[in-house]
């Protein structure tokens, strides 16, 4: 990362830069884990702060994206378990979404088809999906293997693939 130098960001200037480089991504990522717009940027919030603060002690030669995802996915969990939140996929009406299947866009079919993944699945499935992350990169956020990324991204992917034929069949020549 070119804002890094000597193994800390060199000027005030430069965290913003990779604040308004990354901040957009990290909210969505955020957002995959708490499914709450409000909590997400709460989460984002927090993690910068405690990415800025240790700015210092961030080693050039790592992945520092991965370092501040890393940071975020630790926000989001511990908002989860002092939140209690649970997943709430008995309140999807998959019927109801059947007979309205030409009013729902692509984006809302793929939403409700990541709420069925457990979250490590739904997670490995974001970074690699829509954040564009390597299965190598995504391990260092998760703290998981290389070899593991893969097994849940092949299990997730599985996973969608069969709830979008099963509850929006004429979606499924597009997947």
Do not use: W
Not at 67 to 82: A, G, H, R, T
Not at 96 to 109: L, V
Not at 150 to 158: A, L, Y
């Amino acid at each position: 990362m070119s804002q890094v130098k000597n193994g800390n960001f060199a000027l005030e200037t430069d965290f913003e830069k990779f604040f308004k480089e990354n901040e957009k991504m990290a909210f969505n990522f955020a957002y995959s884990i708490v499914s709450n717009p409000e909590d997400a940027k709460d989460a984002v919030q927090e993690a910068f702060m405690k990415f800025y603060k240790a700015k210092d002690r961030i080693d050039k030669d790592k992945n520092v994206k991965a370092y501040l995802f890393q940071i975020i996915k630790n926000v989001c969990f511990d908002m989860l378990k002092e939140k209690r939140y649970t997943e709430q996929l008995d309140n999807i009406s998959i019927r109801d979404e059947k007979n309205k299947a030409e009013e729902i866009d692509r984006k809302t079919i793929i939403k409700k088809a990541l709420e069925i993944l457990n979250r490590q699945e739904r997670m490995v499935v974001v970074l690699l999906t829509f954040k564009g992350f390597s299965s190598k990169e995504a391990g260092e956020i998760l703290g998981i293997s290389d070899s593991t990324v893969r097994n849940h991204f092949m299990s997730g992917r599985n996973k969608i693939k069969n709830f979008i034929i099963k509850n929006f069949p004429e979606y499924a020549r597009s997947i």
